[in-house]
């Protein structure tokens, strides 16, 4: 896929492709946001890569992302999603920060629909919705698939905290 350097900090705005996929690499960036749905086919993901040199990513959902956003942290970059306060909003996606990466989000009634893989998840929020959706899909049109699953522990949980 193409690569596109992101010089702005709006996720919908023209530098993606209402017709393809979209890969956006930011390199040091302190934020980004999501204030309209995003353009092009509701099955096809935007990809947005953040390099080592990302610190603390904000992420502020003000709308419902409608497309998928794949977020990857190459770093020990700590991503904060932020759902708007005034309106509950959708985020459909992957968050993946796999190398000590944080992620937080700060639900404010809005929805996560998709998958988090990071070292730290921490969820915030007076209320929110987390449902699990498969981007890899199964079948061969690359459609999603939705639905509920028992998360199972692979460790000894006695590493895991719960916060009230």
Known sequence: ??????S????????????????????????FD???EIPGDINSPVYVYMGPNSGTV?????????????IYAEGATT???????????????IIYAPNNGTVAINANKGTFSGTIAATNIDLR??????RYENF???DSSGGSTSGTTTVT???????ITWND
Do not use: W
Not at 58 to 70: C, L, M, Q
């Open 136 to 138: 890899s899909g199964t």
């Open 58 to 70: 904000n992420v502020h959902v003000n709308a419902n992302s409608r497309r998928p956003v794949i």
């Open 153 to 159: 522990l692979t460790n000894d949980p006695s590493g």
């Open 8 to 31: 702005g900090q709006n996720l919908t705005n023209t530098d993606i492709s209402a017709t393809d996929n979209s890969v956006l690499y930011f390199d040091n960036i302190s934020s």
């Open 125 to 130: 929020g007076g209320e929110g919705h987390y």
């Open 34 to 36: 999501i204030n309209a």
């Open 79 to 93: 991503i904060s999603i932020d759902y708007s306060q005034s309106k509950a909003c959708t985020l459909r996606g």
């Open 1 to 6: 896929m193409p690569q596109k350097n992101q």
